[in-house]
Structure formats: C-alpha cells, structure tokens
C-alpha cells in the first residue's frame, strides 16, 4: 500500500498543510467551506512509476494513473473514461478564423467529461471503505457519480435542483441512484449536501471541496499536452461553472510543461453566461458580485462558484482571461458546432465556441492563432433546450408531392449520377 506520491493538503488561502491520509475536505482555519485545499506530489515518485510511451494514443485517463492521487493498491473504478479525440474542425475554424481543434469530452461514458474526476472520486471512495457516495450536482455529475457508484457497488444519494432538465434526473435513476430534487438552486443543493455530508459522514464527491475531485480533471490537461506535443495550442478554451475543470486542466498541462514532456504551455480562457458570471466578474475585479445564476446553460448555471480561486489562478498563471456571453450567443454555437462539424453539444459544451467568437471580435484571440475548445458535455441529455434553437420540424405527408412541395421539381438528369453507378456496378 503506497500513497507516498501524494505529499499534502495544502491550503489556497492560508498555506496550512495537512495528511492526505485523512479523509478532509477543507482547511478548518476558515469559514465555512471557503479553505479549499490542493494537492501537492512528490515528482521524483511519479516520474519513476510513469514508464507510459507519450505517442499520443491514450485509450483511458487511467494512462496516467502514477499522477492521480489514488494508493497504488486501488483498483481503478473504470468505465474507460478519458481517451477522447482531440479533432480537427475546420469548418467551424474558418467561420471563427482560427486553427481549431475540439476535444470531444462530451464521448465520456456518462457524456460529460466530470467521469474523468468521478472515477477517481469513487476509487478513493470503494478503496477507503466507504459504502455511500453524495453529491450535490447541476445534473451531470449526478449521472457520472450514479454511473461509477453502480459500477463500484456503492449506494449513491444525490441532491440535484428540481429544474434540473429532465433527462439528467433520468440518467442518474437508470444507474440505480437516490436522486433528492431540492425545491430550490444549485447553490442550496450545494449547501444540503455539504450538511448531510458533515452529519451522515457519506463521501462527498463535490468537486469544490473534495481536493482529490478537481485532480482527476488534471488527465484532460496531461492529454491535451500528449495530444498537441511539438504544436501546443495558443488557446485551450472551457465554460466554466465552479471552475474546477479549467483549473484543472491548467494544472495537468502545467505539470507536463514543468516535467519537460512538453515545451510551452497554452492560455486558458474561461468563458461563462452573461446570468452566471461569478468567476468572470472576481477576475476583472468587479466588486458587485452577483450571486444569481439565470442561465440556460444549466451545467454553468453556478451563483457562488466554489473554485474561483483556482480558476482566476489558472487563468493568471496561462496568460489568459475570462469572457461572459449572453445565453442567445450560447445557444446559438450549439447549431454552429453541431451544424459545422456534426458535435452535438450541451451549451455548456458548446460555450467555448461563443467565447471564442467573441474573444475574436474584441481582438483577445488573433486571426490564425491556434485555438483547442474543449466540448465538455454531450447535447442529447438536454433536446428540450437545443429545440429553442433549431425551431420545430418540418410536417410532410407520406408522398412524393409533399417532397415536391419543399424543394420544387427534381432537376432534368438528376439521377444519372446514380444511373451511371447502378451500371459500373453490372460492370
Ligand atoms: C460541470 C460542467 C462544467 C463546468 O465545470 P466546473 O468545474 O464546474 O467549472 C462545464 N460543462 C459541463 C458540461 C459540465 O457538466
Ligand atoms: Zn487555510
């Protein structure tokens, strides 16, 4: 049994350190839950334990297992998380003028990059000998924590908003878990499972607090390092809605960065909704904060962010910043993503693309420049929200005439082409 990689607990706000052998959320020298503490690790360890070629080709996050901080005894609670595609998109890159690339996070196996944390999360958890795993969630990590509690055996008691769209509430129940819809926002939801957390003792997986969370979402910034080694992109970009994913990521490239695997590390930009912009308005120092979150991006729809600290750090160490975008400009980059390179995205997943966008306009990105948006959830969980988007469909009787009716008469000749196929093929 070994966690000798792991070295501390140490605390954002005040620097105290702590055993991360015990089970701790937050630094206790604060109020409340605002002491959240990060990881810190011993690279000779990692760096003798991590013998995995760097050729590009992750098949699970899980290649990177020497950097996670689970004992090296545990046996991974997998469903091949992490691996996603980092694919080209130049459609979508012309109408932006930027070298785009996307990482298709939204193909995890619950269909938001949050397995990545979550099967990290459930490991500790089944290995500490925890029987019941909490949460509070927007929707998704509900379904990924309720997905690896299952696949781990464990029992899975989740606090969501009841506005919640519908097929997140499903997901989660398919997978076997209790799902508590809380008569009021994410941010009371929040604060319930922080309660039960303290008077039930269930492992918390909230990825603010719980410091071992945010370092499984570090395996996206090691792949986008092994992914882009020799042509580190100018920009990588997230939505952001605690800020955990891009803190992160940032933290996974830097270390790669530092470690001399790659040689230069990209700026992060955080882009948020115009109604849920906590994060974006702490790092332009904005000091009318508001804590209201009014956004359809539901995934994003965070008032009091739990992670604005790491996020403005990684936004500050990259050389980068933050944006907000109106909800229009968020949904409308859905049907832009899904229409320029067939990546059907949730709008927090599509969100980058609106950022990038609008980081074009005010000169923030510059033409040509090299830009990965990262698409951090799949479209499908949520039709009811992209239907405001793509209008309602076209009703046709069952006949030729009503095809007639849309798109006129057939062209004279046109179908030769297939003629001529039939016939090549009689050889
Ligand atoms: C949770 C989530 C985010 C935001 O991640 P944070 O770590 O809360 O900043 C973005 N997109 C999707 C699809 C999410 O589920
Ligand atoms: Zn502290």
Not at 94 to 104: I, M, Q, T
Not at 132 to 158: K, P, Q
Not at 346 to 368: L, S, Y
Request: hydrophobic residues 40%.
């Amino acid at each position: 049994m070994s966690l000798d990689h792991v070295e501390t607990l140490e605390c954002t706000l005040c620097g105290a350190t702590y055993d991360p052998e015990r089970v701790i959320y937050t630094c206790p020298n604060h109020d409340g839950v605002t002491g959240i503490l990060d990881v810190t690790y011993d690279y000779d360890v990692i760096q003798d334990r991590f013998d995995a070629p760097l050729d590009g080709h992750v098949d699970s996050q899980w290649k990177y297992d020497a950097f996670l901080p689970v004992d090296t005894d545990a046996t991974p609670v997998t469903l091949d998380e992490g691996g996603t595609d980092l694919l080209d998109a130049p459609r979508l890159g012309a109408e932006l003028g930027v070298d785009l690339a996307v990482k298709n996070d939204g193909a995890n196996p619950t269909g938001c990059f949050k397995d990545r944390a979550t099967s990290v999360a459930v490991t500790k958890a089944r290995f500490g000998g925890q029987d019941v795993v909490t949460c509070a969630s927007t929707g998704n990590a509900a379904a990924s924590l309720a997905g690896y509690a299952a696949r781990a055996g464990l029992d899975a008691r989740i606090f969501v908003p009841a506005a919640a769209p519908e097929g997140k509430l499903v997901q989660p129940r398919v997978y076997g878990a209790d799902v508590l819809a809380v008569d009021g926002s994410y941010d009371e939801a929040y604060d319930l499972s922080l309660e039960v957390t303290d008077t039930y003792g269930w492992y918390n997986r909230n990825a603010a607090i719980n410091p071992f969370q945010i370092e499984g979402k570090r395996t996206v910034g090691h792949e986008l390092a092994e992914q882009t080694q020799g042509a580190v992109p100018d920009w990588i970009v997230f939505s952001m809605g605690d800020g955990c994913t891009i803190a992160g990521c940032w933290k996974g490239f830097r270390e790669f960065a530092e470690l001399g695997y790659v040689d230069d590390t990209p700026r992060m930009l955080g882009v948020q909704s115009a109604g849920a912009s906590a994060i974006h308005d702490a790092f332009h120092g904005h000091d009318d904060v508001d804590d209201v979150a009014d956004t359809l991006a539901d995934a994003i729809a965070v008032g009091r962010p739990r992670n604005t600290l790491k996020a403005c750090r990684a936004l500050e160490e990259s050389g980068g910043t933050a944006l907000a975008v109106p909800d229009e400009d968020i949904l409308s980059a859905v049907t832009t993503l899904g229409g320029t390179e067939g990546i059907y995205a949730e709008p927090a997943g599509a969100a980058p693309v609106a950022g990038i966008r609008r980081a074009r306009e005010e000169g923030i990105i510059e033409a040509g420049e090299s830009v990965v948006a990262v698409v951090t959830g799949m479209g499908l969980k949520d039709t009811a929200g992209a239907n405001e988007a793509v209008g309602d469909v076209t009703g046709i009787a069952p006949s030729l005439d009503a095809v007639e009716a849309t798109y006129g008469a057939p062209e004279p000749g046109a179908t030769d082409g297939a003629a001529a196929a039939y016939t090549d093929l009689d050889g």
